[in-house]
Nanobody, 124 residues
């Protein structure tokens, strides 16, 4: 069992930055690949970014490449999502998730545990 608690998020102007954090407890954090997903009102949940258990490999959805950065600190049992150059279309509830086998990091249904979600609103 893994419990994921998210922090960060909020309201930011276009072009601004935010950092989301996701702290894990329970099972050994370093055994899990981690992902970030988001869901905007009226839209389906979509993949944002993922990182392997070691942190050596990262993956991004095309809309966020070059603007968002995923990282992890296994000593702190925490994964981060640094979001720069934010756009209004980035407005959504963001979720972190843990996947023991990391078989298809873009597919939310393969993840085993989820954070509670945090609202990110990009607006002037």
């Amino acid at each position: 069992q893994v419990q994921l608690v998210q922090s960060g998020g909020g309201l930011v102007q276009p072009g601004g930055s935010l950092r989301l954090s996701c702290a894990a407890s329970g099972d050994t954090f370093s055994r899990y690949g981690m992902g970030w997903f988001r869901q905007a009102p009226g839209k389906e949940r979509e993949f944002v970014a993922a990182i392997t258990w070691s942190g050596r490999s990262t993956f991004y959805a095309d809309p966020v490449k070059g603007r968002f950065s995923i990282s992890r600190d296994n000593a702190k049992n925490t994964v981060y999502l640094q979001m720069n150059s934010l756009k209004p279309e980035d407005t959504a509830v963001y979720y972190c998730a843990a996947d023991r086998f990391f078989s298809n990091y873009r597919l939310g249904s393969t993840y085993d545990y989820w954070g509670q979600g945090t609202q990110v609103t990009v607006s002037s």
